[in-house]
């Protein structure tokens, strides 16, 4: 599992073992890699706290972004599976249950927030985005930025990503479904924030724009390959 963190001390230690309980229940054999991206609270020192045989941490001097959070999880990940979960304690790490199985027949397992626990603006927003990111890359799926999604591990290392924010997701789905990798989507549930403020901001938008429409001028020109189902 690969947590992104930036600036969540109010429920990081919460929100990691959380997950550390969900994933013993669910297997085994697994490791959780929380990337602190420049955080300024406290969340560094937290996470530090947490480490051991199952809970590694990685920081950042300095904020770098949410793709580039993500890639250094995926650079170091070595488990033939994994997942990447939001660390803002919106999701139910439990919900694994429903991609783990799925894993035996697909390669990319996308979850969608069964319902929205946002605002209305922050709704909105992500409808906009779904809809024009559908547009320029020809996706096919529901909602493209749920933070919580599962991948064969040698798909994400044949990626080539490049996205160092909130594109990133795009990035992967773009590639995997151009790629023909077998997909599948599944619900997920969705809680409201308990504490804190979303790190999304307005000026965040077209800059995830822009390199969407970038990615769309680099990426193979043929139509993709629509095996995605429920």
Do not use: W
Not at 112 to 125: E, F, P, Q, S
Not at 159 to 164: A, D, K, T
């Amino acid at each position: 599992m690969v947590m992104p963190a930036f600036n969540e001390g109010e429920v990081i230690r919460h929100v990691v073992t959380r997950s550390r309980a969900a994933l013993r229940e669910l297997t085994g054999d697994f490791e959780i890699i929380v990337v602190d991206d420049g955080s300024s609270d406290d969340t560094g020192r937290i996470l530090d706290e947490l480490v051991d045989e199952q809970v590694r941490v990685i920081h950042f001097a300095k904020h770098r972004g949410y793709g580039c959070a993500l890639q250094a999880g995926i650079e170091v990940a070595v488990h033939p599976l994994v997942v990447f979960m939001d660390s803002d304690d919106q999701f139910d790490p439990l919900d694994l249950r429903h991609l783990l199985p799925l894993s035996a027949e697909a390669d990319v397992i996308v979850g969608y927030r069964a319902v929205r626990r946002d605002g209305a603006l922050r709704r909105l927003a992500s409808r906009l985005y779904n809809f024009a990111v559908s547009q320029v890359l020809g996706l096919v799926f529901r909602d493209v930025n749920c933070a919580f999604k599962l991948f064969r591990r040698d798909v994400l290392f044949g990626l080539r990503l490049s996205s160092e924010g909130y594109a990133i997701s795009a990035e992967m789905l773009a590639r995997t479904q151009r790629a023909g990798y077998r997909l599948r989507e599944v619900p997920v549930s969705h809680h409201p924030r308990r504490t804190g403020r979303s790190k999304v901001r307005l000026s965040d938008i077209p800059r995830a724009l822009a390199h969407i429409l970038a990615l769309r001028r680099v990426l193979p020109n043929q139509k993709p390959d629509l095996r995605v189902s429920l």
